[in-house]
């Protein structure tokens, strides 16, 4: 049963400090998304992927975040320095994008992310 | 302004009671899907609707796309305990891939 993995699941940190989160995604799928979840502003997508290259990283705070894919299994983001209001639940997701439909995202189970 | 409005926000009832969530939007989408949370995971699709006015059926779930493909509801039949989670909507982009999701509906059904 292939599945989206993401580590750590829990990370608690101090303000300032860096924090990365890993994603493997399904093997095979071409997209990965980031996503983070706030009870304030529900799922919003941060960044994403299709073949490795990054597509869109609109929803980034630019100036602290950074998401990459150095391979096909691996998938990281990153804050640096981290805020309080960085608190929230992150997500990886992968995906194998068809030419002329609409993607069935695949989630992993997230890293809850608090920051002191 | 929310691109997609999901209505109620919250929910409680009891097992056993039907009930009908709510996914609206003045735009038109060429596909709509539906996704259940459950508590420490994250979201699992449970259907994709491309036709206005389709009608599927997941046994006690029924999903219907409006006929101006605007809209969307999810009725559930007999609600279990385990039908609790949050259930979102979501419209995506056939070029992208990239799905746009509702705030969702936060459902609690009561044994």
């Known amino acids: 049963d292939a599945r989206v993995t993401q580590t750590p699941r829990h990370k608690v940190t101090e303000m300032g400090q860096e924090v990365t989160m890993r994603c493997q995604p399904i093997?095979?799928?071409?997209?990965v998304f980031w996503y983070r979840q706030t009870m304030m502003q529900g799922l919003e997508l941060l960044a994403y992927?299709?073949?490795?290259?990054?597509?869109?990283d609109s929803g980034m705070p630019k100036d602290r975040f950074s998401a990459e894919m150095p391979d096909a299994t691996l998938a990281t983001l990153k804050i640096q320095p981290s805020e309080p209001r960085d608190s929230a639940v992150y997500f990886c997701?992968?995906?194998?994008?068809?030419?002329?439909?609409?993607?069935?995202?695949?989630f992993g189970p997230g890293t809850r992310l608090t920051v002191l | 302004t929310q691109l997609l409005e999901q209505s109620p926000q919250f929910l409680s009832i009891q097992e056993g009671e039907n009930l009908t969530v709510y996914c609206n939007s003045s735009?038109?989408?060429?596909?709509l899907q539906w996704y259940r949370q459950e508590p420490g995971e994250g979201p699992v699709l449970l259907v994709t609707?491309?036709?206005?006015?389709e009608v599927k059926k997941l046994k006690r779930l029924t999903f219907q796309f409006g006929d101006a493909r605007k809209d969307s509801s999810l009725h559930i039949t007999a609600a279990q305990p385990g039908d609790t989670g949050l259930y979102l909507c979501?419209?995506?982009?056939?070029?992208?891939?990239?799905?746009?999701f509702g705030q969702g509906t936060t459902l609690q059904v009561k044994p």
């Open positions: 992927f299709r073949n490795r290259a990054p597509l869109d």
């Open positions: 093997l095979g799928h071409n997209t």
């Open positions: 997701a992968s995906g194998l994008k068809g030419p002329e439909r609409t993607d069935t995202q695949y």
């Open positions: 609707v491309v036709t206005g006015g």
């Open positions: 735009s038109v989408f060429s596909s």
């Open positions: 979501a419209v995506g982009s056939s070029n992208t891939g990239k799905l746009i």
